[in-house]
């Protein structure tokens, strides 16, 4: 059985391979991406699902894309959210033709986190018409819910929406 060098601090002990370009690592360089990081994208980039990283990948390609996630998330949390129920229509400017859907959510505040960070994705600081609905499943004696919604991106003035509808206000994110 031959030994290989880790591609990162050149020990002999490299057992393990990087997902992406396959060079040979060792377990204390190996960079491990738990399985959910990037649980927000609608679609996860294929190179972005792997598990384990040499040091080179993991730098050139999920940093990179890490801090774009956060920044949208921090984004995210800032989003206007105007409920269907709402009798005062909100102010704003231009929204967005296409829905934004989430399915199979724990519970109601992460479904409207992730209508708000698809908004953030494409540059909208508000989603409106947002419908948000529970499902109860039994099994048995046991129930949970599962949470869907929708919504459409749109651009609000922010100095005309009051403090009551800020979405930040209510959830304190």
Known sequence: MSTMECVSCGKPKATLHCEVCGDAVCKKCEQILPENTFSFLPVVPEELTHTHYCNNCHDSVVAPEWDRYQEVMEQAKTVYVFFTSQKKPPPFTKKDKEAFKVDDCDDRDETILRLAFQAAMKG?????????????????????????????????NGDRVDADDKRKSVYGW
């Open 124 to 156: 909208f600081n508000a989603i409106v018409d947002v419908d948000v609905k529970q499902e109860k499943i039994r099994k048995g004696a046991y129930q949970t819910s599962r949470w869907s919604g929708k919504g459409q991106g749109a651009h609000v």
